[in-house]
T-cell receptor, first 114, second 113 residues
Framework: DADVTQTPRNRITKTGKRIMLECSQT?????MYWYRQDPGLGLQLIYY???????NKGEISDGYSVSRQAQAKFSLSLESAIPNQTALYFC?????????????FGPGTRLTVL | GNSVTQMEGPVTLSEEAFLTINCTYT??????LFWYVQYPGEGLQLLLK?????DKGSNKGFEATYRKETTSFHLEKGSVQVSDSAVYFC????????????FGTGTQLKVEL
C-alpha cells in the first residue's frame, strides 16, 4: 500500500463550488505539505503543517484553507473554486525539521474547475 | 529569497546518450539540494540529494555535485535509457526554513530508441 494517499485522484467541479482534497499518510511523519503544480511553474507551496496544532501559510495560500485532523490526515479546501485553481495538487510529508530531510509525495489530485 | 533555475525542456535524447540537466540556485544560508523525478502519472520521488558543499549525490546511475562556488547542482547520467523519460525537478531547502522545498520549473526528458 502507498505511504501517502490522496483522494480523489481526479475531480471536475464548477466555479463557486466548495471542494475538499484529502491526504492520508502511514509514514508516521509530523510534517505535511500541500503543493500545486502548474505547467512551466514547478511546484508551489500552499500550506504546511509541523504538527496537528501548527499550520502555516505557504507562497500561494489565498483562496485555500487546510485542516489537520490528525497526525495522519491533512485536508485542503477550496471554499469557492475558480478556474485558475485548475492544477495538479500534491500532498507531501517529511520526518523532521532538518533541511536535509526528504519529502515523500502522494500521487496527486488533478482538479479541473469549469 | 530562495530560488532555483533549471534548463527548460523538453530535452530529447537517444538511448545511451549522455545527459546533463543544469541547475543553479540562490539561497540564504546553507541549503540542502535535491533532484526529484516525476514519472508520468505519478507523484515526485527523490532521486538524489547533497547536503553540503562538494558532496556528490548519486542514485540509479545519476549524479550531481554540490558546487558552492558556482551555486550549481547539475544532474548527469552517462547513458540514458528509455525508462528515464520523466520530468526532473531541482529543489533546495534551507536550514531554519522548516524543511520547505523551493523547486525549479522542471525539465522534461524524453529518451528515444
Amino acid at each position: 500500500d502507498a505511504d501517502v494517499t490522496q483522494t480523489p485522484r481526479n475531480r471536475i467541479t464548477k466555479t463557486g463550488k466548495r471542494i475538499m482534497l484529502e491526504c492520508s499518510q502511514t509514514k508516521g511523519h509530523d510534517r505535511m505539505y500541500w503543493y500545486r503544480q502548474d505547467p512551466g511553474l514547478g511546484l508551489q507551496l500552499i500550506y504546511y503543517s509541523f504538527d496537528v496544532k501548527d499550520i502555516n501559510k505557504g507562497e500561494i495560500s489565498d483562496g485555500y484553507s487546510v485542516s489537520r485532523q490528525a497526525q495522519a490526515k491533512f485536508s485542503l479546501s477550496l471554499e469557492s473554486a475558480i478556474p485558475n485553481q485548475t492544477a495538479l495538487y500534491f500532498c507531501a510529508t517529511s520526518l523532521g525539521a532538518g533541511s536535509y530531510n526528504e519529502q515523500f509525495f502522494g500521487p496527486g489530485t488533478r482538479l479541473t474547475v469549469l | 529569497g530562495n530560488s532555483v533555475t533549471q534548463m527548460e525542456g523538453p530535452v530529447t535524447l537517444s538511448e545511451e546518450a549522455f545527459l546533463t540537466i543544469n541547475c543553479t540556485y540562490t539561497a540564504t544560508g546553507y541549503p540542502s539540494l535535491f533532484w526529484y523525478v516525476q514519472y508520468p502519472g505519478e507523484g515526485l520521488q527523490l532521486l538524489l540529494k547533497a547536503t553540503k558543499a562538494d558532496d556528490k549525490g548519486s542514485n540509479k546511475g545519476f549524479e550531481a555535485t554540490y558546487r558552492k562556488e558556482t551555486t550549481s547542482f547539475h544532474l548527469e547520467k552517462g547513458s540514458v535509457q528509455v525508462s528515464d523519460s520523466a520530468v526532473y525537478f531541482c529543489a533546495l531547502s534551507v536550514t531554519g526554513g522548516g524543511n520547505k522545498l523551493t523547486f525549479g520549473t522542471g525539465t522534461q526528458l524524453k529518451v528515444e530508441l
